[in-house]
């Protein structure tokens, strides 16, 4: 069921088009990356969608009863009071009727007929509304995006911009809306987040439109691939990886058309120019008419030609010593909870350590005091090697100084650049025109984080400290900075959530979780590898635990127990038995959803290929897929409700 459809929209007049002729339909299953560079308008065609922008021309058609969630990039958090209140916000009816549940109960402390009778009919209310199963349902939502318990009845107004990005995103996946506009989702979130959001959107029966710069988020997420032009938009029916690949065939392909029909144009010009005098006049004249009528092709509009024309290049810088860093020792506190202790860490010439772990775990103070030093509370020593030339990378980019223009910026460190010159260097980095000459505070994120990259790449360095360094790079940007940074010569630390740029930068990783450093000798793939495997043996130890207990029956009471007794062992006993049927279905759920996933893959790549006229087949296909992510969708939502359950017991 088609539950979107765009129809030659066109946002911008004459010189500030931003684009046109955008034409996409999303059906109900169907989730697509919506990709072009950085400032392409990808942001703008997804407020257009969402009915907060209205198009220049064209149509934006949301079948009547779809329900539209709409995840921003500005991280706008309108709701208010606690972070549960603002999980539930998206439902109205529930939310009104909890704070009435919460005033009767307040009222009811005065014992009065009228203050009771009023709870109960509040209990009622909230209970035919399924609001004891809504609040549970959404607390797994929280946790699953780094919530803590204690943190859904924290003010919403207590929250960092990180905090509030994610209290967003859970509000609009609350709302199980039928069409998901997601505008650069995994901003913020850490490894085992994405992972989580991977497979939670990748359930979902919602049509989904995706804006994102991840590349291993879009090949696990999506199945088709909108691109953005100027001119329109291009779709392939396949994820991001496996569209490069396309694009660049059919841009090919296109290329040559031009090319030919410009050659027959050119021949024919020439018959017509050497003949229209002649013997050949009617012919000349023929052939001109039917030049007229030729409708000529256009060059195909490259998306990313301007994008790929970044130069990020290291300038020269002398050899430091083989032995870079070492830290002894090293212990961090912060809020009177330790972060990590006794890590030792020896780091050599041309190491490249990419340093990882949740969010608040503490990869950035380890940065902190690999650079600057135990200070204050911390404690153990760092020893840099000789002959360094240190730079650092922000990721709040605090290098960047937003009163200045973009030139100023660049003269601040190379004072002896002239205007032109510095010009001339900035346009390296994509800044042409009069981008150079703009105050920096109306720049994008993306255009601040390359002008600090700018900065950074302006003198010799031979030890970098990068934290972020992609977060609002788009895909050409960032895969040039990857191809940088594999043939600098130096030494790097890299703090990334991006799995793409850790693969191809990385040859060791250093783990910050749970109070503790751990170290792999192997780039980023095998340690992701070995964390999964990890993973799936300890979700499958407790239901070999459980086996194991639930061959051995508990002691019976003694025959001269009293009646209490019996009556309290039988209790337990039952009490036992539920629990232990609890989490052997929660196993069972686990692998019912695994297999379920498994089964989807290839069933939904058959969908992609062409029917060759059997739309009885595709249409045994498409029943089968449905069928088969009810079913999952239905395991899914019994598997969160029994976690809920298990986690509470």
């Not at 560079?37 to 942001?43: C, E, I, M, R, Y």
Request: with cysteine; glycine share 8%.
């Amino acid at each position: 069921m088609t539950v979107l459809q765009v129809g030659n929209v066109r946002h911008g007049f004459g010189a500030d088009e931003l684009f046109r002729d955008v034409t996409l339909a999303l059906a109900m299953g169907e989730r697509a990356a919506l990709v072009a560079p950085n400032g392409a308008g990808k942001s703008t065609l997804l407020r257009l969608i969402a009915g907060e922008a209205q198009p220049e021309a064209g149509s934006v058609v949301v079948r009547k009863g779809t329900k539209v969630a709409y995840y921003r990039q500005s991280h706008e958090v309108v709701a208010r009071g606690t972070v549960l209140e603002a999980f539930l916000s998206g439902f109205g009816e529930v939310l009104a009727l909890r704070h009435a549940l919460a005033e009767a109960q307040e009222r009811a402390a005065s014992g009065t007929k009228e203050a009771l009778d009023a709870l109960g009919h509040a209990h009622d209310a909230y209970h035919r509304v399924d609001g004891d199963a809504l609040e549970r349902e959404v607390s797994m939502l929280a946790m699953s995006l780094g919530f803590s318990a204690r943190d859904l009845e924290r003010d919403v107004a207590s929250l960092s911009g990180g905090e509030r990005g994610r209290l967003q995103l859970g509000i609009v996946l609350a709302q199980k809306a039928d069409l998901l506009l997601l505008d650069e989702p995994t901003n913020h979130l850490d490894l085992p987040t994405i992972g989580w959001l991977e497979k939670h959107l990748a359930s979902q029966r919602a049509a989904l439109l995706v804006v994102s710069h991840d590349r291993a988020f879009l090949d696990a997420v999506t199945n088709q691939t909108f691109e953005l032009g100027s001119r329109g938009l291009r779709s392939y029916p396949v994820s991001y990886g496996a569209y490069v690949e396309l694009r660049e065939e059919e841009l090919e392909r296109e290329r040559g058309l031009v090319e030919r029909q410009q050659a027959f144009i050119d021949k024919t010009e020439d018959f017509i120019r050497k003949n229209i005098a002649g013997q050949k006049t009617k012919q000349a004249q023929s052939r001109r008419k039917m030049l007229e009528k030729i409708d000529r092709l256009e060059n195909p509009e490259d998306v990313w030609a301007d994008a790929e024309r970044v130069r990020f290049r290291f300038a020269d810088a002398p050899r430091s010593g083989d032995l870079v860093l070492e830290a002894k020792g090293l212990l961090a506190e912060r809020g009177g909870r330790v972060l990590f202790e006794n890590v030792d860490l020896l780091v050599r010439r041309g190491e490249r350590v990419g340093i990882v772990g949740p969010n608040g775990a503490g990869k950035s103070t380890l940065v902190k005091l690999l650079t600057e030093g135990p200070r204050g509370g911390d404690r153990g020593s760092v020893r840099l090697g000789s002959n360094l030339l240190t730079g650092i990378f922000d990721q709040h980019l605090g290098g960047v100084n937003v009163s200045r223009t973009a030139v100023d910026e660049i003269r601040s460190v190379r004072g002896d650049f002239t205007i032109e010159k510095a010009r001339e260097y900035l346009a390296r980095f994509r800044f042409w025109g009069d981008d150079p000459l703009r105050v920096v505070s109306g720049f994008s994120g993306g255009e601040r984080t390359r002008l600090a990259l700018a900065k950074l790449l302006l003198e010799p360095k031979n030890l970098l400290f990068l934290d972020e360094p992609t977060n609002h790079l788009d895909i050409p940007a960032a895969e040039i900075l990857e191809e940088a940074l594999t043939g600098f010569e130096g030494t790097v630390f890299l703090v990334s959530h991006d799995r793409r740029f850790l693969e191809s930068v990385c040859t060791r990783i250093v783990e910050v979780e749970s109070g503790k450093v751990s170290f792999f000798p192997a780039g980023f793939a095998d340690y992701w590898a070995s964390k999964n495997a990890k993973k799936a043996e300890e979700t499958a130890a407790p239901a070999r635990e459980e086996k194991k207990r639930a061959t051995v029956a508990p002691a019976a009471p003694k025959a001269n127990d009293d009646a209490g007794g019996r009556e309290r062992f039988e209790k337990q006993r039952e009490a036992q038995r539920a629990l232990d049927k609890k989490k052997r279905r929660f196993a069972e759920l686990e692998k019912l959803i695994a297999e379920g996933e498994a089964k989807l893959v290839p069933l939904r790549e058959k969908l992609k290929e062409d029917p060759n006229g059997d739309w009885s087949a595709l249409s045994k296909l498409v029943t089968e897929e449905r069928d088969l992510t009810a079913e999952v969708d239905g395991f899914v939502e019994e598997w969160m409700s029994l976690g809920v359950e298990l986690a509470s017991e």
